[in-house]
T-cell receptor, first 109, second 116 residues
Framework: GQNIDQPTEMTATEGAIVQINCTYQ??????LFWYQQHAGEAPTFLSY??LDGLEEKGRFSSFLSRSKGYSYLLLKELQMKDSASYLC??????????WGAGTKLIIKP | DTAVSQTPKYLVTQMGNDKSIKCEQN?????MYWYKQDSKKFLKIMFS???????INETVPNRFSPKSPDKAHLNLHINSLELGDSAVYFC???????????????FGEGSRLTVL
């Protein structure tokens, strides 16, 4: 079966760094996506990885290891506005997205 | 201009009623989707249309009927609403041209349906 696992909730301090992990099992693999979803709002695209390694985009970076079926999203210099749910999604061989339940990130001052 | 817009944003109705949610995208995308996000926050795909043709129809009760009059619109009609239909319904679109990242979805703001 296809499955995406990520922690339900994490807490971090403003200005710190946090890493949100995701493990995936998909039928075939065409990439791994991270989306951000603020409460009551739509998900918005953050990153896409299809090759192994780290992709950096400002304060956010995303890492992929295909051999381990593992990805993480790294958030640096945390700001209060980063409080949101972070959704991991794997794309299978049919180019369909398989979604995790999201990790709720709580930022404390 | 809003890229993906859906209406209404909030919908409260009684069990057994029929309701519709409309979605329009002005991004020129070929593919549109309906997702359901329940209280557990899982995003579950319901339908996907590519150029007005149905390409994904997940295990969804046939009380749910999508309609795509053109590739910029994908509406969702729900008959005989049940309590378990209460959720947030997201419309989304994606492009599949060479300059567009396959799988990057652009979501509407969501329509929160409450069935009483």
């Amino acid at each position: 079966g296809q499955n995406i696992d990520q922690p339900t909730e994490m807490t971090a301090t403003e200005g710190a760094i946090v890493q949100i992990n995701c493990t995936y099992q998909t039928s075939g693999f065409n990439g791994l996506f991270w989306y951000q979803q603020h409460a009551g709002e739509a998900p918005t695209f953050l990153s896409y990885n299809v090759l192994d390694g780290l992709e950096e985009k400002g304060r956010f970076s995303s890492f992929l290891s295909r051999s381990k079926g593992y990805s993480y999203l790294l958030l640096k210099e945390l700001q209060m506005k980063d409080s949101a749910s972070y959704l991991c999604a794997g794309m299978d061989s049919n180019y369909q997205l398989i979604w995790g339940a999201g990790t709720k990130l709580i930022i404390k001052p | 201009d809003t890229a993906v817009s859906q209406t209404p944003k909030y919908l409260v109705t009684q069990m057994g009623n029929d309701k519709s949610i409309k979605c329009e995208q002005n991004l020129g995308h070929d593919t549109m989707y309906w997702y359901k996000q329940d209280s557990k926050k899982f995003l579950k795909i319901m339908f996907s249309y590519n150029n007005k043709e149905l390409i994904i129809n997940e295990t969804v009760p046939n009380r749910f009927s999508p309609k795509s009059p053109d590739k910029a619109h994908l509406n969702l009609h729900i008959n005989s609403l049940e309590l378990g239909d209460s959720a947030v319904y997201f419309c989304a679109s994606s492009g599949n041209g060479p300059s567009q990242r396959t799988g990057e979805l652009f979501f509407g703001e969501g329509s929160r349906l409450t069935v009483l």
